[in-house]
Nanobody, 116 residues
Framework: QVRLVESGGGLVRPGGSLRLSCTTS????????MGWFRQAPGEQRTLIAS???????AYYDSARGRFTISRDDAANTLYLQMSSLKPEDTAAYYC??????????WGLGTQVIVAS
């Protein structure tokens, strides 16, 4: 059973930055394409960034140009550096395999609130 634990969220002012972390266990992290998803209130959970096992990355929608996904395979950890945050980035953020998430492995997520 893969276990995913997200952390690093919080309250930040518009224009600020946050770094999210996702620690994984119980799976073959190094060989998997991983991604960050987010779910705003009343909306569906969507993929915003993914990183392949070779370290190359892809970004979707508003994550382009402001967010950077990275991974530390030795530590089985995924990161999301977010900058120039906007109120519309307010959401719960989750990590999982990408582009197809493992529906049995969702963690609790980490909440990001962007407000002044």
């Amino acid at each position: 059973q893969v276990r995913l634990v997200e952390s690093g969220g919080g309250l930040v002012r518009p224009g600020g930055s946050l770094r999210l972390s996702c620690t994984t266990s119980g799976g073959r992290f190094r060989t998997r394409t991983m991604g960050w998803f987010r779910q705003a209130p009343g909306e569906q959970r969507t993929l915003i960034a993914s990183i392949f096992d070779d370290g190359s990355a892809a970004y979707y929608d508003s994550a382009r140009g402001r967010f950077t996904i990275s991974r530390d395979d030795a530590a089985n950890t995924l990161y999301l550096q977010m900058s120039s945050l906007k109120p519309e980035d307010t959401a719960a953020y989750y990590c999982n395999t990408a582009p197809v998430p493992d529906e049995t492995s969702w963690g609790l997520g980490t909440q990001v609130i962007v407000a002044s």
